[in-house]
């Protein structure tokens, strides 16, 4: 079989990938994946507005990988630890996907570090209304195959409380958290309540779609992983909440044409909308009788928690956040304190070094976003503050929550 290292053109990955993914299938349905080698997995990542075609080698290489033209947009990737090999396809020069066969133990770490050393790189976020939407959206209402829903609630900035082991579902569903081991102290242990569901899709609808309300509270409202029939109902596919995707089907092609939809008809389309909404801007106007003024163009973004945050884990946040510059929040800033308590920060994000205005209490978060700010903050925010702080939370883009914008992208395709 040929060498993924040794692919030529578009064609060939394609053909590759799917040898690889009929087989591994196979080994899915006899319950007997072989040993060292994953599942076709895909990172879809995120570099900026502005990026240029021309621009990518350097982005990565900047992170220590070596990309080797194969197709237009389409590369291989070599220098990579632990022998990964691994190609990456640029969907436009903003959005790609990294493929990969390695294990999720090995691939995992490998992606997230080159993420967290580059300023121009990010995940795709598929926030918890992301991932409802793709499960409801894209399966049959009336639909007899099983889906399984993964709800998580990770008591990050809770203190110290004693080990709690989790168990991955299996082997190519390890760990998705973004938080590093360096960042844990002195918060190392804390507990994970997660809540799995497995049902036919028109039961979980009935149970778990949108306007039902669940007895269950906290546990259903941020939900991180979907796995769902694959398009062409032979098999599965599996969406993650950093980006991660994983092929269960029997063939490549509708998994790569599922993931580039998504991307920019979706995700994409949603992170533009939001930009329009939010860039903040200062515009001059000039009166009837001559004189200037200026008006302010744009929205804020509002996270409402449920329930006021505990103040010593708000605290918490803060300083391992914005202080250390630490956890998946990718923020730094210096904390300005009034009483309340309530805090100020004139920070930036560390994608891109974007500036970003933050006014924060137990109660509510306010992001106040400059004109050109990347519409990735948004939704990096969204997906980690109901992650580790309160998967309730109430999300607004101005007068629109977050649920009502990307209603409005479903609706337009």
């Given at each position: ?190 507990p994970l309540s997660r809540l799995e569901v497995k049902g036919r899709i028109r039961e979980l609808r009935s149970r778990f779609g949108e306007g039902s309300r669940s007895p269950l509270g906290d546990l259903t409202g941020n939900l991180t ?189």
């Amino acid at each position: 079989m040929t060498d993924l290292a040794n692919i030529t053109s578009r064609e060939g990955l394609y053909n590759y990938f799917d040898d690889y993914t009929s087989r591994k299938k196979d080994e899915l349905n006899r319950r007997s994946l072989e040993p060292g080698q994953g599942l076709v997995k895909a990172y879809l990542v995120e570099t900026s507005a502005s990026a240029k075609s021309q621009d990518v080698q350097s982005i990565f290489h900047k992170v220590g990988w070596q990309l080797t033209p194969v197709d237009s947009g389409l590369y291989r990737i070599a220098n990579l630890p632990e022998d990964m090999q691994a190609a990456l396809e640029m969907i436009t020069p903003r959005y790609g996907a990294i493929y990969t066969t390695a294990p999720s133990t090995i691939s995992d770490k490998i992606v997230r570090k080159a993420i967290r050393d580059s300023v121009q790189l990010d995940n795709v976020w598929l926030t918890s209304a992301i991932l409802n939407s793709i499960w409801q959206e894209l399966t049959n209402p009336d639909a007899t195959r099983y889906a399984t829903l993964l709800y998580e609630k990770e008591a990050h900035f809770e203190g110290y409380h004693p080990t709690m082991q989790e168990e991955p579902l299996d082997e190519e569903n390890a760990s998705d958290s973004d938080i590093e081991d360096d960042d844990l102290e002195p918060y190392r242990e804390r507990p994970l309540s997660r809540l799995e569901v497995k049902g036919r899709i028109r039961e979980l609808r009935s149970r778990f779609g949108e306007g039902s309300r669940s007895p269950l509270g906290d546990l259903t409202g941020n939900l991180t992983r979907v796995r769902m029939p694959a398009a062409n109902e032979r098999g599965r596919y599996e969406f993650f909440a950093n980006g991660k995707l994983t092929d269960r089907g029997a063939e490549f092609r509708g998994f790569a044409a599922q993931l580039r939809s998504l991307l920019t008809d979706v995700y994409g389309a949603l992170t533009t909308l939001i930009e329009d909404t939010i860039s903040f801007s200062l515009e001059r106007q000039t009166g009837a009788i001559g004189r200037e003024r200026w008006a302010i163009r744009g929205a804020p973004v509002t996270f409402h928690f449920h329930e006021p945050l505990n103040e010593q884990d708000f605290r918490r946040f803060i300083e391992l956040t914005f202080e250390r510059g630490a956890g998946p929040f990718r923020l730094w800033g210096n904390p300005l304190w009034r009483s309340g308590p309530k805090v100020h920060i004139y920070g930036l994000d560390l994608h891109l070094w974007q500036q970003i205005y933050l006014d924060l209490s137990p109660k509510r978060f306010i992001a106040i976003l400059p004109e050109g700010t990347c519409g990735n903050t948004v939704h990096r925010l969204a997906a980690n503050i109901q992650r580790y702080l309160d998967p309730q939370v109430e999300i607004y883009i101005g007068d629109s929550t977050y649920q009502d914008l990307l209603k409005r992208v479903w609706k337009s395709l």
